[in-house]
């Protein structure tokens, strides 16, 4: 599967943005779906994930980000509300196969992933 992220931006604190994650090549209900994100000087980390019918968030984003599935476009979508200067990263949406829990924080885990859509919130 080849995903196609978009939707970054520059927003001030408080704003919203909207991140889409398109996929071709097979149907994105094969896949468990997820988005990571890398600042500067730090590591990919886990955002969200819809992983078997279930929905996690890390715990800095939880209330303020969606993560959603639209079967008919292909698409994961990521609303993002209430940005913080600490949301600033590049976001990378990511499909995986197979999936266990105790796996689903790792990117290492995932096989495919979008270019990264950059996402800078300003104070």
């Known amino acids: 599967v080849q995903l196609q992220a978009s939707g970054g931006g520059l927003v001030q604190a408080g704003g919203s943005l909207r991140l889409s994650c398109a996929a071709s090549g097979r149907t994105i209900s094969d896949y468990t779906m997820g988005w990571f994100r890398q600042a500067p000087g730090k590591e990919r980390e886990f955002v969200t994930i819809?992983?078997?019918?279930?929905?996690y968030y890390t715990d800095s984003v939880k209330g303020r980000f969606i993560i959603s599935r639209d079967n008919a476009k292909n698409t994961v979508n990521l609303q993002m509300n209430s940005l913080r200067p600490e949301d600033t990263a590049v976001y990378y949406c990511?499909?995986?196969?197979?999936?266990?829990?105790?796996?689903?924080?790792?990117?290492?885990?995932?096989?495919?992933w979008g270019q990264g859509t950059h996402v800078t919130v300003s104070s």
């Open positions: 990511a499909a995986g196969s197979r999936l266990i829990l105790s796996s689903i924080y790792d990117p290492d885990r995932y096989h495919s």
């Open positions: 819809s992983w078997r019918g279930r929905i």
